[in-house]
């Protein structure tokens, strides 16, 4: 496709289960960055792929999170034993090279995390 | 580290009004700055960049922004705005070296009425 995708859209889950988040970047965009929306608190950055390695983790907000990129291209966040407080829209972004370039991120449509 | 302030959550404007929405960041170094706009039900996308030369950068539908070193400064302008403009602005900087990325300021949600 021409654009970040992300899979699935929308995912509700009960507190305490796992989800699986899917980000398919832009074709050859070496660079993957992943953030949470949440109402009124603008984006916070989570993780970035430079690759398949992450330089930057800095962003997880707690060890229940975790990603991962694999052959460059897809990736996966995880987020175990869900709480409310993981609710929020996650979002996808890939840029054709590293973070500290000038080159635009492009974003996907995110996926809404309900927990209840 | 670095950090971006939108000093303005929630603006509401009518049609033909001028628009400025300010954005400071703190970084000691050389930066690249940047507006994201998400209109509703659509993705984040680029509205203009700056990284070097003129500061007066000029973007898409007539957005322009300054960028003002002194100031740490890069506030998103349009002299006149129209209903579809009614969106969430995002400023987001990063450092121009190491592998620091971008951060995103907390929005401002722009409303226009007729």
């Known amino acids: 496709g021409a654009g970040v995708s992300q899979s699935p859209s929308n995912k509700v889950t009960e507190k305490g289960k796992d989800v699986e988040l899917r980000c398919d970047p832009i074709?050859?965009?070496?660079?993957l960055y992943w953030y949470r929306q949440s109402l009124g608190q603008g984006l916070e950055f989570l993780i970035y792929?430079?690759?398949?390695?992450?330089?930057?983790k800095s962003g997880l907000p707690s060890d229940r999170f975790s990603a991962e990129r694999t052959g460059g291209s897809v990736s996966t966040l995880t987020i175990q034993r869900t709480q409310q407080e993981d609710s929020a829209v996650y979002l996808c972004?890939?840029?054709?090279?590293?973070?500290?370039?000038?080159?635009?991120?492009?974003f996907g449509p995110g996926t809404r995390l309900t927990v209840t | 580290a670095q950090s971006v302030s939108q000093h303005n959550h929630h603006v509401i404007l009518s049609e033909a009004a001028s628009l400025e929405l300010g954005c400071n960041y703190s970084?000691?170094?050389?930066?690249?700055l940047f507006w994201y706009v998400q209109y509703p039900g659509q993705h984040l996308q680029l509205l203009l960049k700056?990284?070097?030369?003129?500061?007066l950068v000029k973007g898409i539908k007539g957005f322009e922004a300054e960028f003002i070193k002194s100031k740490f400064s890069f506030n998103l302008r349009k002299p006149s705005v129209q209903w579809s403009d009614t969106a969430e602005y995002f400023c987001?900087?990063?450092?121009?070296?190491?592998?620091?990325?971008?951060?995103f300021g907390k929005g401002t949600r722009l409303s226009v009425i007729a």
């Open positions: 987001a900087v990063n450092a121009k070296s190491g592998n620091t990325p971008l951060v």
């Open positions: 792929f430079q690759g398949n390695s992450a330089p930057d």
């Open positions: 972004a890939s840029s054709f090279r590293g973070a500290h370039s000038r080159d635009e991120q492009y």
């Open positions: 074709s050859g965009h070496t660079a």
């Open positions: 970084y000691g170094g050389t930066v690249n």
């Open positions: 700056y990284f070097s030369g003129d500061p």
